[in-house]
Each structure stands twice: as C-alpha cells, then as structure tokens.
C-alpha cells in the first residue's frame, strides 16, 4: 500500500501532464489517438530519462544493438523502460543496504554483550529488535524513507 501510495505521490505531475496535454484533447476529437500516444509517450519517457543513470541507458542501448541518439530525450521508449527499472531497482539495493547496516551493527553489539555476559541460551534477536524498532521511530525513520523517496524523482 505504501509503494502505491508514493508511486500516485510521485507520478501526479506526470500524469497530469498527459492528462491536459494527450487525453484532453484527444476525448474532445482535436487530435488522433496516436498523437495523443505519442504526447504521452514523449512525457513518460522524459520523466523515466530524468531518473536513470547514464550508464543504465548506454548498457540497454548495448544490449539492444540500438545507435545512441542525438540527445538523451531521442532515447527510444523500449531502451528507457528497461534502463529505468535498473536503475530504480539499484536505488532501492541501495537504500536497502543502507538501512539495514544500524540494524546489523545493533545485532553484533547485543551479541557480543550477551556472550560477554555469558548469556549463551538468550537469543541476541530477543534484545535487539525491540532495540532496532526503537531506533527505527527514534530516528523518523519512516519520515526519512518518505523524504528521500519523494525528493529523489525529478518531475
């Protein structure tokens, strides 16, 4: 629910974009489907361009034996959906990994107190979750994922 709440979040402007410049005009019969698709096309293809890395778009544009264009928005749809979803896809290794090194270092710093203490037969994972969890809301970790997510797409 979340990822769809911030996909709507995010997407808005684009989509309101399409909607006043391709289906308006379109339903209202002053242009055909396919200029009103390629209006949309063009919009999401500048916006998914906006997000993706370079090197994402050279590698798809290798890998589809497809000449680099002129200028990164003559980049062909069926290059930047694919170099798009890379990228997004190492962002969210990313900030995966990112979020989960605190919690890594609280599990080794428990286990090692435990063991210290000569607490063999309690698990670390008894102690350290109500302690990530903690350190979760202490942080605003939820605002923080919100916050980096939503300023991270260029609209």
Known sequence: GFALFMTIFVMRPVVADIYDQAYVPYTERRMEWREAAGIATARMNQFMLAQTREEDVAL??????????????????????????????????????????????????????????GMFSLPPVVVSTPLKLLLFILVGGWDLVVV????????
Do not use: C, N, W, Y
């Open 60 to 117: 798809i544009l290798e890998l589809s034996r497809t000449p680099r264009p002129a200028t990164a928005l003559d980049t062909p749809f069926h290059v930047a959906v694919p170099a798009f979803v890379l990228s997004e896809i190492k962002t969210a290794f990313q900030m995966g990994f990112v979020l989960f090194l605190p919690f890594v270092v609280i599990d080794l710093v428990i286990s090692s107190i435990l063991v210290s203490m």
């Open 148 to 155: 980096s997510l939503a300023q991270s797409f260029a609209t």
